[in-house]
């Protein structure tokens, strides 16, 4: 969870500060939301993290979120292609297939 928040929180960050370069007024608003979407996503996954032994849905909804965004990466990846360079966008989407499973896993053990 708390890898989860600090990637979140990050991105989220970065992205709201980026924006989407090179890109028309719609697009970066767009971006821009989604940045703040994923930016609170991160802050609700930290305060779940601090809290997890009071936490029970919450966990697998957060955990769900993840795999959600990894399958839209992957449909992304379907229509559009794999972005440059590959190595990095594959780091991105093999850990957001994965831990979705191990949050899910780990909290269903410690329940």
Same mark, same amino acid.
């Given at each position: 969870?708390? @890898?989860?928040?600090?990637?979140?929180?990050?991105? =989220?960050?970065?992205?709201?500060?980026?924006?989407?370069?090179?890109?028309?007024?719609?697009?970066?608003?767009? +971006?821009?939301?989604?940045?703040?979407?994923?930016?609170?996503? $991160?802050?609700?996954?930290?305060?779940?993290?601090?809290?997890?032994?009071?936490?029970?849905?919450?966990?697998?909804?957060?955990?769900?979120?993840?795999?959600?965004? =990894?399958?839209?990466?992957?449909?992304?990846?379907? #229509?559009? $292609?794999?972005? #440059?360079?590959?190595?990095?966008?594959?780091?991105? @989407?093999?850990?957001? @297939? @994965?831990?979705?499973?191990?949050?899910?896993?780990? +909290?269903?053990?410690? +329940?």
């Amino acid at each position: 969870m708390f @890898l989860v928040a600090a990637i979140a929180i990050f991105g =989220g960050s970065l992205q709201m500060y980026l924006g989407q370069p090179d890109t028309a007024p719609r697009l970066d608003n767009v +971006h821009r939301f989604m940045a703040g979407v994923y930016l609170s996503t $991160g802050i609700i996954c930290l305060w779940a993290a601090f809290t997890i032994r009071q936490q029970g849905a919450l966990v697998y909804l957060l955990a769900l979120g993840v795999l959600l965004a =990894g399958c839209g990466r992957l449909l992304s990846i379907s #229509k559009v $292609g794999l972005p #440059k360079p590959t190595v990095v966008w594959l780091g991105y @989407l093999i850990p957001e @297939l @994965l831990i979705p499973f191990i949050m899910a896993a780990a +909290h269903y053990a410690g +329940h």
